[in-house]
């Protein structure tokens, strides 16, 4: 069953019946809508509820979750604006579905936002699987990430990530306290199966102590 309770983002939400799995936050990337991650969301968590936003940027017609002055550039003032919008949008959905403190699951722009998010607004997600994402910040907030649960996946021929930068991510999520796994893959920026397994093995592994104290 899908439902779409009027909330501040277009967006789909995807029940299910065991509340105990914890949801998933689907963020996607540039030019993709609400309906993009649903598949992945549920290969990678197959009991979980998921909730997926449509961000509100649009670049061409293309929806995003924040304005960039160039690829790999970012409008910062507009990050963070989006970051705290989407935190927002997090308090009200959980209110609407009864959910606690998704896992945010991003890829490319919504892994970028998510990262943002993470640093800016940390009580609003349990942890995050990251791919393909980058520095959304130049200079990282102060932020307590303790113990949340964080996996990048980059890869090691990404035309728009370069790898130093994924490696200054993982840094910064680190040093805010995040247990963070940041793996390389031998892919470009798309999605592979590997992405899809490595992050099915990291929510099934994900401690239940750490999402239950979300
Ligand atoms: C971004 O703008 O967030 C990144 O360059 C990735 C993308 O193209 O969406």
């Known amino acids: 069953m899908t439902a779409a309770t009027e909330l501040s983002f277009v967006h789909r939400f995807e029940p299910v019946a065991d509340r105990n799995a914890p949801p998933l936050l689907l963020l996607h990337g540039t030019g993709g809508d609400e309906n993009d991650l649903i598949g992945l969301g549920r290969m990678v968590a197959p009991d979980a509820a998921l909730l997926s936003p449509r961000g509100k940027v649009l670049e061409g017609g293309m929806p995003r979750f924040f304005r960039r002055l160039a690829e790999g550039v970012f409008d910062e003032d507009d990050v963070k604006r989006r970051a705290n919008e989407l935190a927002d949008f997090i308090g009200e959905g959980r ?11 991003g890829f490319s722009n919504g892994a970028n936002i998510a990262a943002a998010t993470l640093l800016l607004r940390p009580e609003t997600l349990a ?3 990251l791919i393909r994402a980058m520095v959304p910040l130049a200079n990282s907030p102060a932020a307590d990430l303790s113990g949340k649960p964080v996996l990048i996946l980059s890869g090691s021929m990404d035309p728009m990530v370069p790898q130093d930068n994924a490696a200054r991510l993982a840094a910064s999520l680190r040093d805010a306290g995040a247990a963070v796994e940041h793996r390389v893959l031998p892919a470009g920026h798309g999605l592979s199966q590997a992405d899809v397994a490595l992050a099915r093995g990291f929510l099934a592994n994900m401690p239940r102590a750490i999402v239950s104290a979300a």
């Open 127 to 129: 942890g995050a699987v």
């Open 95 to 105: 209110a609407a579905y009864g959910l606690p403190a998704p896992i945010a699951l």
